[in-house]
T-cell receptor
Framework: QQQVKQSPQSLIVQKGGISIINCAYE??????FPWYQQFPGKGPALLIAIRPDVSEKKEGRFTISFNKSAKQFSLHIMDSQPGDSATYFCAASFSGYSTLTFGKGTMLLVSP | KAGVTQTPRYLIKTRGQQVTLSCSPI?????VSWYQQTPGQGLQFLFEYFSETQRNKGNFPGRFSGRQFSNSRSEMNVSTLELGDSALYLCASSSSGFEAFFGQGTRLTVV
């Protein structure tokens, strides 16, 4: 049973454009939603995270939007750059536990 | 501050053998989690240790086991290796139970 569904599987965006990746979760007990960025040959790196008590969190060019009633959250990458080309994973976990349930990942390619 | 260190980076083993992977967490982090990453299944949770106790376990067979030492370092063991165990094994450490930081992983190939 996949508890976190991520879309799209792959995404091509032009340099300077907005990249949008969506995730939906099933378990309403989840209360921590991080996004990870992974480059080939590297481990996932924590990018940005949100708790369900806020609807949006912004850090630089990266924004998480959170819709608790719809059980959905999304990552927006503004002014996408070729260096952003990587695989992005959304995840969810419960309070105080490091057990992350991951989405399947989105391979982002930002064309120059 | 040093990050999460996993050793070895690469391993090639034969079916039926066993393997032990090591993870040194970020200094001060008491929680260590292990994940298996494959192209087909993505990132799947194996187990989590906190203060030497297994706190949570994923849906993997008993051939997969782990432990955590008093210095928070952790090891993961896979016995009777199968071809399907070929994967990138990732370790993550956390202090708060929220932010988890990953190592670069150990690439295991079973032949």
């Amino acid at each position: 049973q996949q508890q976190v569904k991520q879309s799209p599987q792959s995404l091509i965006v032009q340099k300077g454009g907005i990249s949008i990746i969506n995730c939906a979760y099933e378990n309403t007990a989840f209360d921590y939603f991080p996004w990870y960025q992974q480059f080939p040959g590297k481990g996932p790196a924590l990018l940005i995270a949100i708790r369900p008590d806020v609807s949006e969190k912004k850090e630089g060019r990266f924004t998480i939007s959170f819709n608790k009633s719809a059980k959905q959250f999304s990552l927006h990458i503004m002014d996408s750059q070729p260096g952003d080309s990587a695989t992005y994973f959304c995840a969810a976990s419960f309070s105080g536990y490091s057990t992350l349930t991951f989405g399947k990942g989105t391979m982002l390619l930002v064309s120059p | 501050k040093a990050g999460v260190t996993q050793t070895p980076r690469y391993l090639i083993k034969t079916r039926g053998q066993q393997v032990t992977l090591s993870c040194s967490p970020i200094s001060g982090h008491r929680s260590v989690s292990w994940y298996q990453q494959t192209p087909g299944q993505g990132l799947q949770f194996l187990f989590e240790y906190f203060s030497e106790t297994q706190r949570n376990k994923g849906n993997f067979p008993g051939r997969f086991s782990g432990r955590q030492f008093s210095n928070s370092r952790s090891e993961m063991n896979v016995s009777t290796l199968e071809l399907g165990d070929s994967a990138l094994y990732l370790c993550a450490s956390s202090s708060s139970g929220f932010e988890a930081f990953f190592g670069q992983g150990t690439r295991l190939t079973v032949v």
